[in-house]
Nanobody
Framework: VQLVESGGGSVQAGDSLRLSCAVS????????VGWFRQAPEKERDFVAT????????YYADYADGRFKIYRDLDMNMIYLQMRNLKPDDTAVYYC???????????????????WGLGTQVTVSS
C-alpha cells in the first residue's frame, strides 16, 4: 500500500484547506484510511478516519464539526476538508492506512501499518 499526501500550505486563521491522500495497492476487504497530525515537539494525534467500504467516519473531538473526511472510490482518494482553521491546527498531517482494524482501535496510530510522508499545514493568526 502506498499513500501520497498533498494539499498542505500556509493559511490564515479562519481559512479552509483540503488535504488529499492518493491510495494505491489496497487489498484488504475492511480497509481503513485516516489522518493523523503532529505539531512541533508534540505527539502524533488522531484526526479522523474512514472505512473504505462503507464510508463510516470517525473524528477526534476537536475535529468533529470543523473537519470532514470523505473518499472517492473511483479515484482512490481520501480527502480531509478542514474549515475554520486555527493556529493550533498547525502540524504535519499524515495519511495512514490499516487492514481490518477493529473499531475500538481506529484512533490508535499503532493500528495503522501504512503511512505517507506527510504534508505541512501552517495556520497564522
Amino acid at each position: 500500500v502506498q499513500l501520497v499526501e498533498s494539499g498542505g500550505g500556509s493559511v490564515q486563521a479562519g481559512d479552509s484547506l483540503r488535504l488529499s491522500c492518493a491510495v494505491s495497492g489496497r487489498t484488504a476487504r475492511r480497509f481503513i484510511v485516516g489522518w493523523f497530525r503532529q505539531a512541533p515537539e508534540k505527539e502524533r494525534d488522531f484526526v479522523a478516519t474512514i472505512e473504505w467500504g462503507n464510508g463510516n467516519a470517525y473524528y477526534a473531538d476537536y475535529a468533529d464539526g470543523r473537519f470532514k473526511i470523505y473518499r472517492d472510490l473511483d479515484m482512490n482518494m481520501i480527502y480531509l476538508q478542514m474549515r475554520n482553521l486555527k493556529p493550533d491546527d498547525t502540524a504535519v498531517y499524515y495519511c495512514a492506512a490499516s487492514d481490518n482494524t477493529p473499531e475500538a482501535d481506529l484512533r490508535r496510530q499503532g493500528a495503522y501499518s501504512y503511512w505517507g510522508l506527510g504534508t505541512q499545514v501552517t495556520v497564522s493568526s
